[in-house]
């Protein structure tokens, strides 16, 4: 009778306390606030030796002059600089394969190839992005719709900001095609779209006359490009020569869509055309491109973000992982400001317009009341090269601290002996697999 | 006759070489903010002195003579050029000749093309002097040279040729050494060395047979006194390696045939720090790549360590930063940039681009630091060098300007 | 009887030794124009050409006409040497420039273009009918050692007529075209190693090896045998002079089109230019190269590497240099006397002067006007061609 009694407690106080700890092993923190040296907000002046106050997650005030609540979480980031995280407004990596096969496919979602597991990914947390736009490469005519994600979590659904955001269409002609054929590629579908629009319409109403159920539903296949001709979507349309970008505004003022340009570097050359027609541009990630003066035969150095600047064009920043200075949206920034752009406008191009391209700026790209606390802690200023990202926190919690990151500790420093032997050890097994 | 035909070639050279080298007459005085000299301590608010070409003072408080040209960089760096131990090559045709493996006397000199684009656009990103190499093709691919991009011919731009002996090792040089599947055995392309052990068996047999020759030999061959006067430590070795195997392979050749050697590429020279700074051997890097996954395929290697100069610097080795011949690499301020973001330190990784290439190379009597009887090769800058909002304002080569921003 | 006998025999011997003569002598032609352009000796206005036997008896306002002979009488037209082009490619092309290079091997010095020239191909006929008459016939520009140039008229009735020379040199290649990744030479390094090396090795040969090739090699050694070095870019050019001081050849180099940068390299060596066909370029800068060339005191031919460019750019090349500022009369010149000079064929065309072949081309204007026609073409003496008649 004795030892059931014991059993029946045991078995019921065990699991709870475990459940407890487990729950406690994680706790998110209902009230933190920092304090830091330097705050850049990015939505107004900088502040020094201020405080961010974050309640559930989202900022709940900014200033120098804020009190902290006897139950927060104070975060001293004392010597730190406190500034938005910076978003990325496309990539195409942290995918397994950018493109698709086919050229039509805008009903496939990166959603559904993204590797949480790439090192994009780790790369971009530590570098302090805490949410960019993966969208379908350029050889695709309709590549699909994008996904916005933090570079955080195991899964894609842990990393999930928004789903079916922008749909990406490439005016790169797909192999063996030309612009031309390209192009009708383009119009026919368009074309078939609004037909088989007007039928469906027609069936319905038909249906509706004759009194009967109308249970046919859209072709989901077709769905995303109906959002896109009802503004629902944005289309990212990627130009890859100068004479694109007339086709791309010809597709955008066509079909009133909502449209961003991605450019790759010798758009530049249609400036003035982007410049007139107002639309928000994202740039190619290599920022300074050479030309050759015919007459002189002299090599011209051309700084994109300035000749964009000048005539009055927005932009967002792109990186590339595989390169030195440009895998950092800091380096971008600071190539802009030194040959003469704005400081603060470099900055918002890594920040806030970026979130305001892909509609995540009520939660990302500045530091305001209202928005989520996505930040990152600096050693230093960002556009100095030796400042590195100490802590990334995205709503309201950290989820990167440099001093942790063990990986990078092994890039950086000299590996033990043994170490070294077992590295090489387990190359040549690699090898031997391959 | 060969010493006959180098005698008239170099006289033909110099007789073209001499008008151009000699760059601006007058004097040039330039009011800096501040002059990182490179070979002590920074001056700030001082003047640098040029006559003809060459750097005549620096200081605080030089009188500037009358009717000498002044260049305001009162608010600006003074550094000198950058110097690039292993550039991207300025060269017209293949790197290599390929239809032989073993080619010491492939000179890189005559395939320079002093029109080229890429010299252009060195000058603008602050190079003044670079070294080319011959190709990683070819076991021992032959002599570099290093040139100023100044000149029309390639006789002006020359500073010094035959300035080092090309050797590729590890598995470049085995690269296209393999007959096409399902084809004959036609073209000369089949042959050796297709493995690591052969590269090795090769370069050691090279240089037993330039012992042999230099011990006595009947007829005269110009690929074995090349060869020897390497062994003799008359013409620089420079091996070409990227893994850790491949640089204990090099060391081990270099100890067995006594002759000094300097290492470029070492991707994996980190790992075997130590062992390199013993051997006193220079190092040369390259680019680093972030992941093993973005670099070439041919077996070389799958670890990477970003603060491999660092770590190689901390170690007591002689480290220069270069571009190591990739077109698609970036500039060498940005190069060094990161390097010291990586954990180098600030001082080694400014002279890893200036005195430590320029001593590598041979060249240092002439370029890679601000001293007196230097050349007037200088970079004025709207801040510090290793900042990427700081900017090249100006760049001159033996006193002249050759790049100024508008 | 005897003497009868022996008077038969000299009075048969004359009309026999006459007679074939008389079948291949053109009858005496007299030529009256409205302007004589001799290129060494003036401009003629309004005089006469004398031509017999194929060549030139008499030039002037007034000379003695031969009884019997033919008068032309064109008031209205300009009478110019035959041009000549000091590069082409004519009458080989069976399959587009497939029979001007044998490119397996490298050094082929031993192979003759002579042997691949068809006189009958259409392409011989269009250069004649644009006024070309004596042309540099010489292999590609693929072998670093490409093989024999010759010199040949573009008609003639007889061998010795149309061949002026069957051995006029040997073309070297310095150009990237000579590179090629499956035989050596594949980088410049190579190509210019291989070139001294075999030219080292004809020097040293003795005289009395069989090998053909050596042999060509050892007179280009010696400096017997001219060479025609094809070079495009400056380094080209300053490696092709490098090895010409080197090995004390007699050489003029080819293409050159950027030669002006090097100009007084050139002239201080008394190299002369064989210069690229002008229609290939489309810059002022690069069309003003080559008066700068002239200018530095090198001595200039034209060419039109026919079929490479059109055949008929020879004296366009020339007008187009006078526009950018090279003297007519040095235009003039470069299309005839420097050209024969270069070649070494002055003493038998390149000018109007007696005792020289009769190769005359006859315009209806100008010779540096894009707008003249060319009406009548001469060779040795014989028309050749005649345009459309009024």
């Keep these: 009778m004795k030892s059931k009694w014991y059993t029946a407690l045991i078995s019921i106080v065990v699991p709870v306390l475990v459940i407890a700890a487990l729950g406690h092993a994680a706790p998110v923190r209902k009230k933190v606030a920092i304090r830091a040296s330097k705050i850049i907000t990015i939505a107004g002046a900088d502040i020094q030796d201020g405080v961010i106050l974050i309640e559930d997650g989202v900022i709940k005030a900014v200033g120098r002059d804020v009190e902290i609540p006897w139950d927060a979480y104070v975060i001293e980031a004392t010597n730190k600089v406190v500034m938005p995280g910076f978003v990325l407004a496309h990539t195409s990596s942290g995918l397994d394969v950018a493109n698709e096969n086919v050229p039509e496919v805008p009903f496939l979602s990166t959603f559904d190839s993204i590797d949480p597991l790439s090192p994009y990914f780790e790369d971009a947390l530590r570098d302090g992005v805490v949410a960019m736009l993966v969208l379908p490469g350029n050889d695709t005519l309709l590549g699909g719709t994008g996904t916005v994600v933090r570079p955080h979590g195991r899964t894609v659904e842990a990393m999930l900001v928004k789903r079916y955001t922008g749909l990406k269409v490439s005016l790169r002609p797909t192999r063996n095609t030309s612009r031309m054929g390209h192009m009708q590629r383009f119009r026919r579908y368009m074309d078939d779209l609004k037909q088989y629009l007007e039928e469906y319409e027609q069936r319905k109403a038909d249906a509706q006359e ?225 | 006759m060969r010493g006959y035909v180098f005698l008239l070639t170099l ?8 008008t151009a080298l000699h760059g601006q007459e007058g004097i040039v005085a330039i009011k800096a903010g501040k002059v990182l000299t490179l070979s002590g301590a920074p001056v700030t608010n001082g003047v640098v002195l040029i006559e003809n070409g060459k750097i005549a003072d620096i200081g605080t408080g030089i009188a500037i003579p009358e009717g000498a040209s002044v260049i305001d960089a009162s608010k600006s760096v003074v550094m000198p050029g950058l110097v690039d131990a292993s550039a991207v090559p300025a060269v017209r045709g293949d790197l290599n000749e390929q239809s032989s493996e073993i080619t010491p006397s492939f000179r890189m000199s005559s395939a320079i093309d002093p029109q080229s684009k ?53 598995s470049s040089s085995t690269v296209g050494n393999r007959t096409p599947r399902y084809q004959p055995p036609t073209s000369f392309y089949y042959r050796r060395p297709t493995t690591r052990m052969a590269v090795a068996w090769m370069l050691r047999k090279s240089f037993f047979d330039a012992r042999q020759y230099a011990a006595s030999h009947e007829k005269e061959d110009p690929d074995m006194e090349i060869l020897s006067a390497a062994l003799k430590g008359e013409i620089p070795i420079r091996v070409t390696v990227r893994r850790a195997i491949d640089i204990r392979t090099a060391l081990r050749i270099a100890d067995e045939y006594e002759f000094p050697l300097v290492m470029v590429g070492c991707v994996e020279g980190y790992k075997v720090a130590e062992e390199i700074a013993e051997k006193r051997a220079p190092v040369v890097l390259g680019p680093f790549y972030y992941h093993a996954r973005d670099r070439g395929r041919y077996y070389e290697g799958r670890e990477v360590n970003w603060n491999n100069a660092g770590i190689l610097v901390k170690a007591g080795v002689k480290v220069a930063l270069a571009s190591n011949a990739e077109s698609q690499s970036d500039d060498l301020l940005t190069v060094a940039t990161v390097a010291v973001r990586h954990g180098m330190p600030r001082d080694e990784a400014l002279k890893a681009i200036t005195l430590t290439p320029a001593e590598i190379l041979g060249v240092a009597d002439r370029v890679g630091s601000l001293e007196k009887g230097k050349d007037a090769d200088i970079l004025i800058l709207s801040g510090d060098p290793l900042v990427p909002t700081s900017r090249i304002e100006r760049v001159l080569v033996n006193g002249k300007t050759v790049y100024q921003v508008d | 009887m005897k003497r009868t006998l022996l008077l038969i025999v000299v009075l048969l011997l004359l009309v026999l030794c006459r007679w074939p003569w008389a079948a291949d002598c053109p009858q005496p032609l007299a030529i009256k124009a409205g302007k004589i352009w001799t290129v060494t ?58 029979e001007i290079e044998e490119t397996v091997s490298a050094v082929t010095a031993e192979m003759q273009i002579l042997d691949a020239f068809n006189p009958a191909a259409d392409d011989v006929k269009k250069a004649l009918r644009s006024g070309v ?66 030219l080292t090795r004809g020097k040293n040969c003795g005289g009395d090896t069989f090998d053909p090739r050596v042999q060509i090699l050892k007179r280009v050694a010696e400096g017997e045998l001219p060479v025609y070095i094809s070079v495009h870019t400056v380094d080209e050019t300053v490696a092709a002079m490098q090895i010409v001081d080197e090995c004390a050849l007699k050489a003029t180099l080819v293409g050159a089109e950027q030669g002006d940068e090097v100009a007084t390299m050139i002239a201080e060596r008394n190299i002369p230019v064989i210069y690229a066909p002008l229609l290939r370029f489309s810059k002022d800068k690069d069309l003003k190269r080559v008066v700068g060339m002239a200018g530095a005191g090198i001595k200039i031919a034209f060419a039109s590497t ?79 061609y005649q345009g459309e008649e009024k």
């Design chain 1, 210 to 434: 004759e009194k009967k159920p109308f249970d046919e539903e859209i072709d989901p296949r077709k769905q995303p490009m109906i959002d896109l001709l009802n503004r629902k979507l944005k289309a990212f349309i990627y130009c890859d020569r100068a004479a694109d970008v007339p086709k791309a505004v010809e597709i955008q003022e066509a079909h009133k869509l909502n449209a961003a340009l991605v450019l790759s570097p010798e758009c530049y050359k249609a400036v003035d055309l982007i410049a007139k027609k107002k639309l928000p541009v994202i740039l190619d990630p290599q920022l300074i491109v050479w030309e050759t003066n015919e007459e002189t035969n002299a090599e011209e150095m051309k700084v994109i973000p300035m000749i964009l600047h000048k005539a009055g064009v927005r932009f967002a920043f792109q990186t590339d992982i595989s390169r030195y200075g440009r895998r950092y949206p800091w380096y971008q920034a600071a190539t802009a400001v030194r040959h003469g752009m704005d400081r603060t406008e470099a900055l918002k191009s890594i920040t806030l317009y970026p979130a305001q391209l892909i509609g995540v700026d009520d939660r990302f790209g500045s530091i305001e009341v209202g928005k989520e606390a996505n930040v990152i802690f600096l050693t230093g200023d960002p556009l100095d090269a030796q400042t590195w990202v100490d802590q990334v926190m995205i709503a309201g919690e950290i989820v990167y601290e440099k001093a942790k990151d063990v990986r990078l500790k092994k890039l950086l420093e000299k590996p033990k002996p043994e170490e070294a032997e077992k590295e090489s050890a387990e190359e040549s097994e690699q090898e031997k697999s391959e």
């Design chain 2, 11 to 18: 006289l033909s050279l110099s007789l073209t070489a001499t």
């Design chain 2, 118 to 170: 890429v010299l252009k656009r060195a000058v603008q990103t602050g190079l003044t002097t670079l070294y080319i190499s011959p190709g990683r093709r070819n076991l021992i691919g032959g002599l570099g040279v290093v040139v100023k991009p100044a000149g029309k011919t390639a006789a002006e731009m020359i500073i010094k040729d035959d300035a080092a002996l090309a050797i590729a090792m590890g």
């Design chain 3, 41 to 98: 000796n003036g401009v003629i206005e309004n005089g006469v050409i004398v031509i017999t036997n194929g060549k030139i008896d008499a030039v002037g306002k007034n000379p003695c006409v031969p009884e019997g002979a033919k008068i032309l009488e064109m008031p209205d037209t300009n009478v110019m040497p035959g041009l000549i082009d000091g590069h082409c490619h004519l009458g080989l092309a069976l399959d587009i420039l497939a």
């Design chain 3, 133 to 198: 008459t004596t042309v540099l016939l010489a292999p590609g520009y693929k072998n670093p050692i490409a093989g024999q140039t010759a010199i040949v008229k573009l008609c003639g009735a007889r061998t010795d007529d149309w061949v002026l020379r069957r051995n006029a040199g040997v073309k070297f290649s310095l150009g990237n075209e000579a590179l090629m990744s499956d035989r050596r030479p594949t980088s410049r390094p190579g190509l210019l190693t291989l070139i001294r090396e075999e």
């Design chain 3, 306 to 384: 026919a079929p490479l460019t059109d055949l008929r750019d020879l004296r366009t090349s020339a007008i187009i240099a006078a526009k950018y500022g090279l003297s007519p009369e040095v235009a003039l010149k470069s299309l005839t006397i420097h050209a024969a000079e270069i070649l070494g064929i002055a003493e038998r065309v390149g000018s109007i002067e007696i005792g020289k072949d009769a190769d005359l081309v006859i315009l209806n204007g100008s010779p540096l006007e894009l707008t003249s026609r060319v009406e009548m073409v001469i060779v040795n003496g014989t028309i050749v």
